[in-house]
């Protein structure tokens, strides 16, 4: 199975300040047909969670454009411009392009 | 908007079975791969199941082949799992999660003697 490893594991972030979360895969997440599947959701506390970004970069409708994806082949980021307190919850990444689909561990995004 | 409601969780005892059901409304499942995702109290997302469209196509995480099966009737616009032989580690909220974008409230699997 691709591992999903995210870093770290805990975010302590003050208000209005940017954060970031890494993601790398085990193998190279790039398909023949070009796309990246490289998925970013966000669970906050008590909610199911939520898609954010999809194909690495793609913001999903509604999301803030404080929110942005970058990266590719194996390694990506999540980042956050200025951390606001609805931020709070935690973060997963997700690859959808080999059997099984995993998740990575998770982020906790917390507010110092 | 669409919104998927799952149904079908409980207590269920080691070995028992449970059948979950997700009902999808706001959009037709047709054009749609649908996936069950799970997560034990306190931790993280693991994916459980998938079909494509039509239903031809299913994959499992390891820990369930055998034991759990997914299903779509794109008619009544519903995904179900049903899943049987349970054990103590299938203890967790089963989301129901349409194209790895919308996803379920959830429903509460427990599996207890």
């Known amino acids: 199975d691709v591992v999903m490893t995210q870093s770290p594991l805990s975010l302590p972030v003050t208000l209005g300040q940017p954060a970031s979360i890494s993601c790398r895969s085990s193998?190279?997440?790039?398909?023949?047909?070009?796309?990246?599947?490289l998925i970013w959701y966000q669970q906050r506390p008590g909610q199911s969670p939520r898609r954010l970004i999809y194909?690495?970069?793609h913001r999903d409708s509604g999301v803030p454009d404080r929110f942005s994806g970058s990266g590719s082949g194996t390694d990506f980021t999540l980042k956050i411009s200025r951390v606001e307190a609805e931020d709070v919850g935690v973060y997963y990444c997700?690859?959808?392009?080999?059997?099984?689909?995993?998740f990575g561990q998770g982020t906790k995004l917390e507010i110092k | 908007e669409v919104q998927l409601v799952e149904s079908g969780g409980g207590l269920a005892q080691p070995g028992g079975s449970l059948r979950l059901s997700c009902a999808v409304s706001?959009?037709?499942?047709?054009?749609?791969?649908m996936q069950w995702v799970r997560q034990a109290p306190g931790k993280g997302l693991e994916w459980v199941a998938n079909?494509?469209?039509?239903?031809?196509?299913?994959d499992y995480v390891d820990s369930v082949k055998g034991r759990f099966t997914i299903s779509r009737d794109n008619d009544r616009n519903t995904l179900d799992l049903q899943m049987n032989s349970l054990r103590d580690e299938d203890t967790a909220v089963y989301y129901c999660?349409?194209?790895?974008?919308?996803w379920g409230q959830g429903t509460l699997v427990t599996v207890s003697s």
């Open positions: 079909t494509n469209p039509d239903g031809s196509g299913k």
């Open positions: 997700m690859q959808h392009i080999y059997w099984p689909h995993t």
């Open positions: 194909m690495v970069s």
């Open positions: 706001g959009s037709t499942l047709r054009n749609s791969w």
């Open positions: 193998q190279s997440l790039v398909h023949s047909d070009g796309n990246t599947y």
């Open positions: 999660m349409k194209d790895a974008r919308d």
